[in-house]
T-cell receptor, first 112, second 112 residues
């Protein structure tokens, strides 16, 4: 059973397009996250939701909009894609304040 | 605020040799510390964690780490490297709450 899943695994698109990445967890966790890993493997948190409420919102361009329809799902919508958005995006989940986060397999976004 | 420094972006060891990956942290509050491993084209997997209590923590795959407050360190070790240990390793810290701050990663190469 996949604990944290993401779709799609790969996403290739052109500058200016709008795209979405979806994440689902079946661990019963109440908190979910989006991370961005750049080409140098640096991993940085972007957003976190607890029970569908936004609790972490780092300095991210407002072209990025997360949405949590329920506590098992967290989606990331990106408008007007730019070359610099090319990265691997990881979803993760945890119980609130448990500190132990479980990561999905990642979505490799390439903007051409 | 918390930060993590991983010394050595690339570490190479021979199969059967000791693995030592270095991590130093900075935290204004008692830290919670983690090591994650990332195999090629996969998500991050938790190796081990320190929250409170025993300062020597054991993780999966024979890895362990020791929390040394006086040295602000949380180095990862394994007595005998195996080819399957080749991966990217990330140290992470949180001062409480859900925000993990990651180091820049160390690529471990295991040679025959």
């Amino acid at each position: 059973d996949t604990a944290v899943s993401q779709t799609p695994k790969y996403l290739v698109t052109q500058m200016g397009n709008d795209k979405s990445i979806k994440c689902e967890q079946n661990l019963g966790h109440d908190t979910m996250y989006w991370y961005k890993q750049d080409s140098k493997k640096f991993l940085k948190i972007m957003f976190s939701y607890n029970n569908k409420e936004l609790i972490i919102n780092e300095t991210v361009p407002n072209r990025f909009s997360p949405k949590s329809p329920d506590k098992a799902h967290l989606n990331l919508h990106i408008n007007s894609l730019e070359l610099g958005d090319s990265a691997v995006y990881f979803c993760a989940s945890s119980q609130f304040n448990s500190y132990e986060q479980y990561f999905g397999p990642g979505t490799r976004l390439t903007v051409t | 605020a918390q930060s993590v420094t991983q010394l050595g972006s690339h570490v190479s060891v021979s199969e059967g040799a000791l693995v030592l990956l270095r991590c130093n942290y900075s935290s204004s509050v008692p830290p919670y510390l983690f090591w994650y491993v990332q195999y090629p084209n996969q998500g991050l997997q938790l190796l081990l964690k320190y929250t409170t209590g025993a300062t020597l923590v054991k993780g999966i795959n024979g890895f362990e780490a020791e929390f040394k407050k006086s040295e602000t360190s949380f180095h990862l070790t394994k007595p005998s490297a195996h080819m399957s240990d080749a991966a990217e390793y990330f140290c992470a810290v949180t001062g409480g709450g859900n925000k993990l701050t990651f180091g820049t990663g160390t690529q471990l190469k295991v040679e025959l």
